[in-house]
């Protein structure tokens, strides 16, 4: 069985940094996309940033994260990481690690991994971020 197993959030005041890892284990199988999200209270889950299993130029950020948030990943330890810098107010949520995207889902956006996360397999339990202003 797979698990996902975020952890790295806190509580920083505003302008401050986190890094959340995702650290995967159990994995048998060949995997496609990872990524991140967040959901605030009240607020949808939504994408914050997700890209392919091994690299590749088609990395998504939501508009609202670039410039500020950077993925990447560890392929030797099954790992991927979400940096973030200069963090607002507004960042605060819990955030969830996620992997595994059909591969239809994956031609429909072009051959990126989607920002949408219906279309997400497996998810970690998440972790929280606070930004204090």
């Known amino acids: 069985q797979v698990q996902l197993v975020e952890s790295g959030g806190g509580s920083v005041q505003a302008g401050g940094s986190l890094r959340l890892s995702c650290a995967a284990s159990?994995?048998?199988?060949?995997?496609?996309?990872m990524g991140w999200f967040r959901q605030a209270p009240g607020k949808e889950r939504e994408g914050v940033a997700t890209?392919?299993?091994?690299?590749?130029?088609?990395?998504y950020y939501a508009d609202s994260v670039k410039g500020r948030f950077t993925i990447s990943q560890d392929n030797a330890n099954n790992t991927v990481y979400l940096q973030m810098d200069s963090l607002k107010p507004e960042d605060t949520a819990m955030y969830y690690c996620?992997?595994?995207?059909?591969?239809?889902?994956?031609?429909?956006?072009?051959?990126?991994?989607?920002?949408?996360?219906?279309?997400?397999?497996?998810w970690g339990q998440g972790t929280q971020v606070t930004v204090a202003s």
């Open positions: 996620a992997e595994d995207v059909g591969i239809v889902t994956i031609l429909r956006y072009g051959g990126s991994c989607p920002p949408t996360p219906e279309d997400w397999r497996r």
């Open positions: 159990g994995v048998t199988y060949r995997r496609n996309c």
């Open positions: 890209m392919h299993y091994g690299g590749g130029t088609s990395t």
